[in-house]
């Protein structure tokens, strides 16, 4: 079996489509690596990049994408509804087949050192990488955000894991770490009223008590006039995607507000979905191995 790694790096520019198309192009340029999916969000001024291939090409790939991510997007002039830290906001690795949960952290700390090292960017080894336990949660990483990263890299329990020990003014600060497959589902509200995307977030996601694998904020969608509960799901097999979005839909009622729509941004593991189509559509006995296409890819 093919050694495989797979990447899903996030960009702060989802509005440029020819720098990001550059960014993009680094990707490509790499052999042996297959660039998957990339997709970008206006709203979010953000852009998710998925690619696999073996790994030395993947991490190549990365740091590569990651230099002219560095040369094209200016942190000093960026906005936009998403929380974000650096121009390369963060770098998830995932490993696939044939790369253990251990070789892939390993990987990590070699392309985060190479960041800093080359690129003068601070780095934040996270989730399964992370050098400290303060250090798993991206959110509590990214906490106080671009503007206030020059502050809080002055406390030592904040000293980045590579590069300088200062805010790179440009292109900020990038997190670089090892975990499963993330889903980023979001649900739209037929209301423009914030106040309610934010209470139903904060109702959902575990720091506030809600389910322990779910991340959420409430944001504005101005383009279309309506307020989005935006999440990461980090782990759909313990807090499944219907589960949220069945709490969404009641929490939405109770303010006399509807569900207009939700989702996917970048690539999604097939499992997820067929747990929501098994649960709503009660599907009694059912197995995976029933799909069609999960059997022809066997």
Known sequence: MARLLQCVPNFSNGRDKELIEKIVDEVR???????????????????????????????EAAFNACKKAS????????????????????????????????EAIEMSKKLGERIGKELNI????????????HRENLADVRRGQYEGMAEKLKEDKWKPDFGPNELNIKSGVTAVGVRMPLVAFNVNLDTNDISVAKKIAKAIRGSSG?????KALGIEITERNIVQVTMNMVDYTRTPLYRVFDTIEREANRYGVNVIGSEII??????????????????????????LEKRIYE
């Open 210 to 214: 809600g389910y322990r694998h779910c």
């Open 71 to 102: 040369e094209l997007i200016d942190m000093t002039k960026h906005t936009g509804e998403h929380p974000r830290m650096g121009a390369t906001d963060v770098i998830p690795l995932i490993p696939i087949s044939d790369v253990t949960e251990e």
């Open 29 to 59: 340029k790499v052999e042996n690596v297959k660039l998957l999916d990339y997709s970008s969000d206006k709203d979010h001024n953000r852009t998710v990049v998925t690619f696999i291939g073996e790994p030395e090409n993947v991490l």
């Open 266 to 291: 970048g690539l999604v593991p097939m499992a997820a979905l067929i747990d929501c189509a098994d649960y709503y559509l009660k599907i009694e006995d059912f197995s995976h191995s029933q799909i």
């Open 122 to 133: 601070p780095i934040f080894l996270y989730e399964k990488s992370a050098s400290a336990t």
